[in-house]
């Protein structure tokens, strides 16, 4: 496809495309300006479209209206102009049993991630007296997430992610960690970052996300930002109500153990489809933690499983 127009915000227009199709699905006649914002969308996915990229089932069917529109590689604006509303919802009526195992698929993968991650948490927290947690969200400035695809999102969480197996800075005395990527309207592409440190060694809980931030802001030259969940007017909200799932966790706290459990399971939730990826590259992981060897000497079984 051609590239005579600007770059859009690539996040941003896979989800304008998404809530195109699923409003033109649902309603009975065209909006105002229907035919406006559809040649819009049009235009915009003509430039951004990448072949070897994997695209949301919505996204799809808009790109087959493109493709059943397009003469030697040109779309042609004034046939798609023609096409009646009918017309057109019809064919992307067609593509909501694939939208629907989607939906299913999003929800069953992120469900096993859970587990894993619960599992996982459970091994580190039997295996340590106290942890600190550390919890960062990490995304773009909006003015500069038009200039962020999927391929430079993946890039920059590969460069973070080398430097906390590394142990690198901030990262150093690291037992372990957890990351979810995700794609919201607002935030554009973001993670979601879990960090653990051996609590005998550090307590420095908002210095160290703060500094992961930086890391964060270095590695994009600027264009990220990061959010400090463990900042203290953030913590005292969780605090008030006996919720506060990071900073120093105890094994022999049930109720520190229990909330942090909680807290990290927000990294994977089955009901969060509306902040999947709608476009992704091949075998393009969206979660992932660190790896763990149980080491016999030490681990010390807290009687109880939080897998259950």
């Not at 607002?186 to 500094?211: M, P, V, W």
Request: net charge neutral.
């Amino acid at each position: 496809m051609n590239s005579q127009y600007p770059c859009p915000n690539y996040s941003r227009l896979m989800i304008r495309i998404e809530q195109f199709v699923e409003k033109t699905i649902q309603v009975k006649y065209p909006w105002y300006e229907f035919h406006d914002e559809l040649l819009e969308l049009v235009i915009e996915l003509d430039t951004a479209f990448d072949f070897k990229l994997q695209y949301s089932a919505y996204v799809k069917a808009m790109l087959e209206l493109i493709w059943r529109n397009t003469l030697d590689g040109e779309v042609n604006i004034d046939q798609i102009n023609d096409l009646s509303f009918k017309q057109i919802q019809q064919g992307f009526d067609r593509f909501k049993p694939d939208r629907n195992k989607e939906l299913k698929a999003f929800h069953r993968l992120e469900s096993r991630n859970r587990e894993t991650l619960v599992m996982y948490l459970d091994n580190l927290i039997g295996h340590y007296s106290k942890l600190l947690f550390v919890r960062v969200d990490l995304a773009y400035l909006k003015h500069k997430q038009h200039k962020v695809d999927v391929r430079v999102f993946q890039q920059d969480v590969r460069e973070l992610l080398s430097f906390i197996q590394d142990g690198d800075r901030c990262f150093k005395d690291l037992e372990g960690y957890a990351w979810a990527l995700e794609q919201g309207e607002e935030k554009g592409f973001h993670c979601h970052l879990l960090l653990i440190y051996n609590g005998s060694t550090r307590q420095k809980d908002y210095y160290l996300a703060d500094q992961t931030i930086q890391r964060w802001q270095e590695i994009t030259e600027d264009d990220g930002y990061g959010f400090n969940c463990n900042a203290p007017k953030h913590k005292n909200q969780f605090r008030r109500n006996d919720s506060l799932g990071i900073g120093m966790i105890h094994r022999d706290n049930d109720r520190e153990v229990q909330n942090a459990i909680n807290t990290c399971s927000y990294l994977v939730n089955p009901e969060k489809a509306n902040q999947q990826l709608r476009v992704k590259l091949h075998r393009m992981r969206t979660f992932g933690t660190g790896s763990y060897k149980r080491n016999h000497r030490r681990y010390r079984d807290r009687g109880y499983s939080l897998s259950t």
